[in-house]
Every structure is written in C-alpha cells, then in structure tokens.
C-alpha cells in the first residue's frame, strides 16, 4: 500500500516542481517585459518617476461566473418555469440561487448580462420570444 501511496506523492511533487518551473519562467519574462517598457517611457518621459507607478491589482468582481455557466442556470431557470419569463425575472432567480445580496444595482447589472446572453442564444436558435402580452418587457423561452 505505502508503494501506491509513494509513486502517487513522487507524481504530485514533479506536477508541483514542472509547475513552479513554469511560473519562474513566466514571471522573469513578466520582469523583461516591465524592464523593456520603464525603458521606453524613459525614452519617451525621462522626468517620469517610474518607482512611484502603483501596480494595478485587477480582481474580478464577485458577480462573474465562470464561462458557460450563466448559460447553464439561465437554461435551468427556464425549463423548469410554467411561463415565458423576462430577463429581470430571470436575473432575480439567478441572484437567489447564487445567494447573493440582492442589491437594485446588482438587479440592474444581472438583467444586462441575462439579455446580453439570452439575445446571443436567441442568434443561435436556442431561446425565443413568444407573442408578446401586455407589457414592455420581452419575454423568452427554449425553443
């Protein structure tokens, strides 16, 4: 048992050691890259304090969703309701399900990005919007 449990630890080390590797290699291009472009702005701007550039930390917003799944709890949101619904309605449910704080401007931002993908699969033939009832809003449903 422990020669199963060694070849599985040697495995997991060299991932880890070919990973690193990798790392370090992308990181000293990362620090050609920066060195190449503090020269050309010294070229450009030689009174410019480059030392005192703050880096930018880029963080994603906790509302993204990892590519493909807002489509798929779009499409599960609409195969189990009874009735066309609006993207609003959608963007609530998505916002419940994922136990998120339910903000007008998260509302706001959810039914931008539930259109947005709902008119893309609209394109591709995938959803589509029925007669329309009293109301402003455009209904959808799977095809």
Known sequence: MTDYMVEGLVKKRAALAGEMKRTQEALSRMARDLETLDNAIKLVAPELDIPAIAPKMVRPPEDWSKRGEMSRQIFAILRTSQRPL??????????VQRGMASTPQLL?????RVATNLRD????GLVVNPEQRSGQYLEWQIA
């Open 121 to 124: 699969r609209r394109e591709q």
């Open 86 to 95: 609006t993207s609003r309605e959608i963007a609530a449910a998505m916002i």
């Open 108 to 112: 706001n931002l959810m039914t931008r």
